[in-house]
């Protein structure tokens, strides 16, 4: 029988043994937490954050040749003696080849195509002014388009702007430009980022039609990368209004009306692999970039070409069921149908925003 002693320490040793695990186990906790607490926290996202109001959807009919009086109608609206004159208003910073996208489809219904642009970035670094260098590229909208330059404000060594702020200042710059390019009452304004394109027969539509609302959100098809990796229909921040004295130009929730299925949104659709690292260090979600390796050339294609998130984070998602659904890589899709008119009609030169081209220069 063995000595009661004995008996006591073989008791006593587990919490001991215990303890040195904990010892083990905790450095490794807090390293994974430090490295991975805004994933973590986006994870359990459903716990801690309520979703917004969700948006009363309108339906949106259309179809080929049939007549702008008919379609009016069938949205409870009525058709116009002559279209509405629309103002189309940008912030822009280097999406050359969505904005060359954008004015190309929507140039025969707009009357104005505003653009402001700063020589800083929203986190306050010094950049070209794109567009201005690149003007010649875009002649062919030259006498419709009103250029404005924001003067920005750059960071002092060390220190970092709040991207928010002078992201805010900006578009509250747009208001003068607008005016400046002769917007009026009763005029139609798009108020969207470059990337996200209202389709033709959606303004189209909406310059034609009376009793459309005064402000209308727009549901745009979201995509990443390029047309081959679509994600949802979540896109909702563009919008169109129809002008008054208190209209203010904004990039955030403005009604609870949506327009179903109006465009496309194409986050982070580059031709060049040192326009995604300008983007991802120069807009309002620059503090995602949380190691110098998410900058590499050679990570950034291959997450491109698996349809990954260049971040390394969760979906933003209020509920678990879409969280997880919506976790791992983008499904690729070959359809090129129901996509911007000029994008087919180009294809060559656009290949690296259709299926197949996710190999970047």
């Known amino acids: 029988m063995a000595p009661r002693s004995h008996r006591l320490s073989s008791r006593r040793a587990p919490p001991r043994f215990f303890f040195v695990i904990l010892l083990l186990?905790?450095?490794?906790?807090?390293?994974?937490?430090?490295?991975?607490?805004?994933?973590?926290?986006?994870?359990?996202r459903p716990l801690w954050d309520n979703p917004p109001p969700p948006f009363q959807h309108l339906p949106h009919y259309y179809a080929e040749n049939v007549s702008m009086g008919h379609l009016c109608r069938l949205h409870g609206w009525s058709p116009r003696s002559e279209p509405r004159r629309v103002f189309d208003g940008i912030i822009f910073s280097n999406e050359l080849d969505m904005l060359d996208l954008r004015w190309r489809e929507l140039h025969p219904f707009v009357t104005k195509f505003v653009i402001l642009e700063a020589n800083t970035t929203f986190t306050g670094k010094p950049k070209p002014l794109f567009y201005a260098a690149n003007r010649n590229r875009f002649a062919f909208a030259e006498g419709k388009i009103v250029h404005g330059v924001f003067?920005?404000?750059?960071?002092?060594?060390?220190?970092?702007?709040?991207p928010f702020i002078l992201e805010?200042?900006?578009?509250?710059?747009?208001?003068?430009?607008?005016?400046?390019?002769?917007?009026?009452?009763?005029?139609?304004?798009?108020?969207?980022?470059?990337?996200?394109?209202?389709?033709?027969?959606?303004?189209?539509?909406?310059?034609?039609?009376?009793g459309v609302p005064p402000v209308l959100h727009l549901e745009l098809r979201n995509y990443m990368y390029s047309f081959e990796f679509p994600v949802d229909y979540s896109s909702w921040r563009a919008t169109i209004h129809i002008y008054d004295h208190w209209t203010q130009y904004r990039h955030s929730r403005q009604a609870d009306l949506i327009l179903s299925d109006a465009g496309w949104h194409c986050s982070f659709c580059f031709r060049h692999l040192r326009e995604f690292v300008f983007k991802m260090t120069a807009y309002s979600h620059a503090d995602r970039v949380r190691r110098k390796d998410f900058m590499r050339h050679s990570r950034i294609q291959k997450l491109i070409c698996g349809g990954e998130d260049l971040f390394d984070m969760l979906p933003e998602e209020y509920s678990f069921r879409e969280l997880i659904k919506k976790m791992g890589p983008i499904p690729h899709s070959a359809s090129a149908v129901h996509l911007p008119a000029y994008l087919i009609e180009n294809a060559e030169k656009f290949k690296f925003l259709l299926p197949g081209g996710c190999l970047r220069s």
């Open 168 to 210: 805010s200042q900006q578009r509250g710059a747009m208001n003068g430009l607008l005016r400046r390019a002769g917007i009026s009452n009763g005029d139609m304004l798009i108020m969207s980022d470059t990337d996200e394109i209202p389709s033709p027969h959606t303004v189209k539509l909406l310059q034609w039609c009376d």
């Open 25 to 44: 186990l905790l450095p490794v906790l807090i390293f994974v937490i430090f490295t991975n607490g805004r994933k973590i926290s986006y994870f359990f």
């Open 151 to 162: 003067p920005g404000r750059v960071a002092s060594r060390g220190s970092r702007e709040d």
